[in-house]
């Protein structure tokens, strides 16, 4: 399909064009510029501004087969129901897909509701007062012959952007991960390429008059995301709340007061009705070892390839991190190679041989985080060959609750990972303590 898309140099347009390209479409992305972007995959570009429906006239030509309106709203009900107007209207009578971009805060607050359902009643909170109106008059479009469809995605999160982003900003700046509001709140959370391939189902085959719960997990403890966003910053401290009032003087009280929205929404509908799969990792394991603590890469070329090598010893190392904070010893072998791995302890005890590591990881790791435990982020990765990797990680010793201990030494672990059999491994790993 031909597919105009508003929205599509953003953040989750760019995922959105990314995912349409991969399913065989063309985008032709609606900019307010004409300066080219290259290196966008767009199939062409066309200028309009949402603030000014009239410069959107012309831009649905007979050959656009869909439209995914994602620029955001103006702030002027009166403007945005025009550009539905500019854009929906060259579809009457032709059945092609509309897709509207709202969001779950018009629901509200959902209290002790769980799980709530694309059918519960809106009740917006104060930022996007109007947007129930605007996601009607698009539904509206189905009497007229258009496949008009809602799309309200949870809080995103991944390629280091989105709100989440704003968490770790604010970690970093402020030396404390910080959340608002109130310490329960929940936010319903997707991660962006999940919900572009959303995008992609919703324009392809969604059902006239739909409204779709972009979301991958229901309920997400902001405390819990905050504490991964300080992780990402690198500061391993307790999350601390703040109240709504204050968090109005650094965002606006419209902003705070979404921030500190609870929410529980379900995304089941889009998964049964629509075959969606969201499955990428959830918004507090993509804080913690994704995209938002960017990673060193050296020997091997920048791309989706090596993307996904680096995702993939990031969760090796996530493993060691995992095994060793619970003790489980098994799961902490299954990290390491089979055939003759070496590993050597930080107080320089060398284990040669599988059953070496097995016989003193089985004497010493239950019971040995009693006291307190550790975190591993990984931050250079060296290929050696495509299939081997030397990998430098940085560990610091915290308490059970994340925060760092600060009289007690990091260690620098230094492992080489073999790609085998399609599965990363630990051939070889050393740790060293750091001295003053
Ligand atoms: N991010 C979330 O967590 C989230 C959650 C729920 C719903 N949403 C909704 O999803 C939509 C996209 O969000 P996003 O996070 O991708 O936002 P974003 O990164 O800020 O991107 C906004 C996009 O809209 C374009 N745009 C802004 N004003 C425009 C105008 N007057 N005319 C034409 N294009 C304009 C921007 O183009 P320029 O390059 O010209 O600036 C950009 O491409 C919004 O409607 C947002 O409310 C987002």
Redesign the pocket.
């Known amino acids: 399909m031909k597919v105009l898309l508003?929205?599509?140099?953003?953040?989750?347009?760019s995922a959105v064009t990314d995912h349409l390209v991969a399913a065989g479409h063309q985008v032709v992305a609606?900019?307010?510029?004409a300066e080219p972007q290259p290196g966008r995959g767009w199939h062409a570009q066309v200028v309009?501004?949402?603030?000014?429906p009239a410069s959107l006239a012309g831009t649905v030509t007979p050959e656009i087969e869909a439209v995914i309106h994602?620029?955001?709203?103006?702030g002027d009900v009166d403007v945005d129901i025009a550009v539905i107007e500019a854009l929906a209207a060259p579809l009457r009578g032709t059945r092609r897909p509309f897709v509207y971009?709202?969001?779950?805060?018009v629901l509200g607050a959902t209290g002790d509701a769980q799980e709530v359902g694309e059918e519960t009643p809106t009740d917006p909170i104060d930022i996007v007062g109007y947007r129930p109106q605007i996601e009607r008059r698009v539904l509206a479009e189905v009497a007229e012959g258009v496949r008009a469809v809602v799309v309200?995605?949870?809080?995103?999160y991944g390629r280091g952007?989105?709100?989440p982003a704003i968490l770790v900003d604010r970690a970093r700046r402020q030396g404390t991960p910080e959340y608002y509001g109130v310490e329960g709140v929940h936010w319903p959370t997707v991660h962006v390429d999940d919900l572009a391939e959303l995008f992609v189902a919703a324009v392809e085959r969604a059902e006239p008059g739909t409204v779709w719960h972009g979301v991958g997990e229901s309920a997400v403890p902001v405390r819990d995301l905050a504490r991964a966003a300080g992780r990402a910053a690198g500061v391993l401290a307790a999350p601390q709340v703040v109240p709504v009032e204050q968090a109005a003087e650094v965002f606006g009280p419209l902003f705070a007061e979404a921030l500190a929205l609870d929410q529980s929404v379900s995304g089941a509908a889009a998964r049964t009705a629509l075959g969606w799969q969201p499955g990428r990792p959830g918004a507090v394991a993509e804080l913690t070892t994704g995209s938002y603590r960017p990673v060193e890469v050296f020997g091997a070329p920048e791309g989706p390839e090596t993307d996904t090598a680096v995702a993939a010893i990031r969760r090796v190392v996530a493993e060691v991190e995992q095994a060793q904070q619970n003790e489980l010893v098994d799961r902490f072998l299954s990290v390491f190679r089979r055939q003759d791995p070496v590993w050597t302890t930080g107080h320089g005890k060398r284990l040669s041989g599988f059953e070496e590591i097995e016989t003193f990881t089985r004497k010493v790791l239950p019971g040995a985080m009693a006291e307190s435990t550790a975190v591993y982020d990984v931050e250079r990765v060296l290929f050696l060959k495509p299939d081997v990797a030397a990998v430098n990680v940085r560990q610091q010793p915290v308490r059970h609750d994340g925060t760092r201990i600060t009289d007690r030494p990091e260690g620098r672990p230094f492992y080489i990972l073999v790609k085998e059999d399609g599965t990363w491994r630990v051939g070889a790993a050393q740790n060293t303590v750091v001295a003053d």
């Open positions: 508003t929205g599509a140099t953003g953040y989750i347009g609606l900019t307010r510029g309009g501004d949402t603030a000014d994602l620029a955001p709203p103006s971009t709202s969001g779950v805060w309200r995605p949870g809080i995103v952007g989105g709100i």
